[in-house]
């Protein structure tokens, strides 16, 4: 079965620096990637997913299938980034998802 | 976009006592509603799949006696923990989608989960 690994629990970086969560799979077929956001206090959503190939709230997230991989990148980090988020997979054919462990982003002033 | 409504956001039980939690799909008919358990700073376990009218779809190392759910319908599901002890307490997740077969995951949204403490 498909997974996903968050190899970091905790990132820590300033406003306006880059960030950049780390997100590999293991899939041997076309891979369906996402990556959920939730905030302080609220549910979990999509933030984006690979084939929409969109830029969300300045985030992006490129495969690479040479690198089984689904980082997801923004230039220039904001407070409001500080969240935990979470690379998704779906599970074989049965469309049901896959979570990493997550990775709990704290943007600093 | 469109709202799951899950109540309640945390209920507290004694060892022994069932707990019903409920999931809704507010503003939009759900076709299939997934269930999911979070521990502290861990990733979501995905517990069961539901679909209006039909019997649930446990995962492996899920009891479904010990959880029971119902989908009556296409706005609701219930997830029962059937004499509740204290390792079962944890944060429940629910999701619910109305996605094509085309894209499943085109409309997929999340409660906003129930902390549920057993004493």
């Known amino acids: 079965a498909q997974r996903v690994t968050q190899p970091e629990k905790l990132l820590s970086v300033f406003k306006g620096a880059p960030v950049?969560?780390?997100c590999n799979y293991s899939y041997s077929g076309s891979?369906?990637?996402?990556?959920?956001?939730q905030y302080s206090r609220q549910r979990l959503q999509l933030l984006l997913r690979h084939i929409s190939r969109e830029s969300i709230k300045g985030f992006t997230a490129d495969l690479n299938k040479g690198e089984t991989s689904f980082h997801l990148k923004k230039p220039f980090a904001q407070e409001e980034d500080s969240a935990m988020y979470y690379c998704a997979t779906h599970r074989g054919?049965?469309?049901?998802?896959?979570?990493?462990?997550g990775t709990t982003v704290t943007v600093r002033a | 976009g469109a709202v799951v409504s899950q109540h309640p956001s945390r209920v507290i039980c004694k060892s022994?006592?069932?707990?019903?939690?409920?999931?809704?799909?507010?503003?939009?008919?759900?076709?299939?509603?997934?269930?999911?358990?979070?521990?502290?700073?861990?990733?979501?376990?995905?517990?069961?799949?539901?679909?209006?009218?039909?019997?649930?779809?446990?995962?492996?190392?899920?009891?479904?006696?010990?959880?029971?759910?119902?989908?009556a319908s296409l706005t609701l599901s219930t997830l029962t923990v059937t004499s509740?002890?204290?390792?079962?307490?944890?944060?429940?997740?629910?999701s619910a989608s109305f996605g094509?077969?085309?894209?499943?995951?085109?409309?997929?949204?999340?409660?906003?989960?129930?902390q549920l403490s057993v004493l």
């Open chain 1, 20 to 22: 950049e969560l780390k």
């Open chain 1, 31 to 37: 891979p369906e990637l996402f990556w959920y956001v």
């Open chain 1, 93 to 101: 054919g049965d469309y049901k998802l896959s979570f990493g462990a």
């Open chain 2, 16 to 71: 022994g006592t069932s707990v019903k939690i409920e999931c809704r799909s507010l503003d939009f008919q759900a076709t299939t509603m997934f269930w999911y358990r979070q521990f502290p700073k861990q990733s979501l376990m995905l517990m069961a799949t539901s679909n209006e009218g039909s019997k649930a779809t446990y995962e492996q190392g899920v009891e479904k006696d010990k959880f029971l759910i119902n989908h």
């Open chain 2, 84 to 94: 509740a002890h204290p390792e079962d307490s944890s944060f429940y997740i629910c």
């Open chain 2, 100 to 114: 094509s077969d085309r894209d499943p995951y085109e409309k997929l949204f999340f409660g906003s989960g129930t």
